[in-house]
């Protein structure tokens, strides 16, 4: 029997520990994780030279924009950075334009990414005008729904609690999953009414209007809501102590809910600000010293379920306005959330285990991403090579993203993804993308 690849010679992370083996390919899947000598002969064989192998990155939070947004990311800009990042599937996010939010629009979006993108993709929805269309949008495939609380964003009224339960209500038979973009409203907007008439419009504003505290209302307000139907609540970028508290309170009741961190959130505090300003102006934003120490106590303990990037690409101009009030918000993470974290690991700051739970496993769970997140037997070959003798400086102007600036520019890692593979094929090599645009697949809710 003779198989499409070999991979030999590698340190594989599989979910029953570290093994010094090969991993053999047949039609994009694991096959065999085996010693050299109990590999399958194969068309291709390809030395890892010691080096260490992980699932590929799941990333729950990415916008890959595209269509009438693709001056800022368009699927193949925004797949090559995830593959560059060690990134095999990247669930999108669907604040675009037009807004993704009916069976129709998703449906356009897949039809685009099935062409474009190099590595797996999945998409949210937002929810759309009718709930009847709910039903539709899950049979057209999307893994989730995206509910904004800080705008609306798509069908639901969201100052409206009473269309709100209506929404989970359905969702939850639906058992599919909704993430939320927990800041609330109305505490925003009252803030920032303050800060603007007294004609502010510096970052230390801005900071004051995206609190701790407009993110945990939201957060309660949600689970108040959520609570009194079965739906499964994913909390996005969980940035404040508060707010961490109350979903790990939620989580400890029993409640479906699960949450994610991002490597800015856990890397930068507001602090960082002074130096990096409106470039590394996200929503939420860079919180006081004390959340970051929460944020990684939890995470250290196993508690945060998912690390996402939440790569959200702007051009310059628009990252660098004069007000704050017209600055975009958001970083690109796509291209250093795994190096990032490999130098904390380096660092013996984090377990590998936790750092591989965090960004593979969990979120294939959550997302029923079935047969993806771990490096076993009968599950997709999506992985990544990693060669942690390499040290090196983030260079943003090397970014496969179309927005070539960030945050962590000049910082030293060390942990480099040198070889990624999606569905069995090698896209990435050494910084430079093999594959050609639709080399990716598109990954549908199978429930
Ligand atoms: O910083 C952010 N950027 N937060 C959001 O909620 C949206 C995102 C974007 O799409 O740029
Ligand atoms: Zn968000
Ligand atoms: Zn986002």
Redesign the pocket.
């Known amino acids: 029997m003779s198989v499409d690849l070999v991979l030999h010679n590698a340190k594989i992370y599989t979910p029953k520990g570290i093994v010094h083996a090969g991993l053999a390919v047949d039609e994009g899947k694991i096959l065999k994780i085996a010693k050299k000598t109990n590999l399958p002969h194969a068309s291709k064989r390809l030395d890892i030279k010691g080096k260490i192998m992980l699932p590929g990155l799941i990333d729950p939070h990415v916008?890959l924009r595209d269509q009438q947004l693709a001056y800022k990311e368009d699927f193949l800009s925004g797949t090559s950075a995830a593959a560059a990042g060690g990134v095999t599937l990247t669930i999108d996010?669907p604040?675009n334009k037009p807004v993704t939010m009916s069976a129709k629009s998703l449906k356009e979006r897949m039809k685009l990414a099935e062409t474009r993108a190099v590595v797996n993709v999945a998409f949210h929805s937002a929810f759309p005008e009718s709930l009847e269309e709910i039903p539709q949008i899950v049979k057209q495939g999307a893994v989730a729904f995206k509910l904004?609380l800080?705008q609306k964003v798509g069908g639901t009224e969201i100052e409206d609690d009473d269309a709100l339960s209506r929404t989970f209500s359905k969702t939850s038979k639906m058992k599919v999953p909704v993430s939320v973009?927990a800041e609330h409203k109305k505490t925003l907007e009252a803030v920032k009414k303050k800060m603007q008439q007294t004609g502010r419009r510096d970052i230390e504003a801005y900071l004051r209007v995206h609190s701790p505290d407009a993110e945990l209302k939201a957060i309660q307000h949600t689970i108040r809501l959520a609570k009194k139907t079965s739906v499964h609540i994913h909390f996005c970028?969980v940035s404040s102590a508060e707010g961490l508290k109350a979903v790990l309170t939620a989580k400890n009741t029993g409640l479906p809910v699960s949450l994610e961190a991002t490597p800015h959130n856990l890397l930068l505090s507001s602090k960082h600000l002074k130096r990096y300003k409106t470039i590394a102006?996200?929503?939420?934003p860079l919180r006081a010293e004390e959340d970051v120490e929460a944020l990684w106590n939890a995470f250290r303990h196993g508690l945060i379920d998912a690390l996402a990037s939440?790569h959200?690409?702007?051009t310059v101009e628009e990252k660098e306005a004069e007000s704050v009030w017209d600055v975009?918000?958001?970083?690109p993470g796509l291209e250093t959330m795994l190096p990032l974290l490999l130098t904390q690991v380096d660092k013996g700051k984090l377990a590998m285990r936790n750092l591989i739970r965090a960004t593979s496993k969990r979120p294939a769970e959550i997302f029923r991403l079935r047969d993806r997140g771990s490096l076993a037997e009968g599950y997709w070959a999506d992985l990544v090579v990693v060669d942690m003798k390499r040290e090196y400086r983030i260079d943003s102007s090397k970014f496969h993203s179309k927005a070539k600036y960030s945050p962590f520019d000049g910082w030293r890692v060390r942990g480099k993804p040198t070889k990624t593979f999606v569905n069995g094929q090698l896209i990435m090599d050494d910084e430079e993308i093999v594959a050609n645009p639709g080399a990716g697949q598109i990954l549908r809710w199978k429930g």
């Open positions: 916008h996010m604040n904004y800080s973009h970028h102006l996200t929503d939420p939440d959200a690409p702007h975009r918000a958001g970083i």
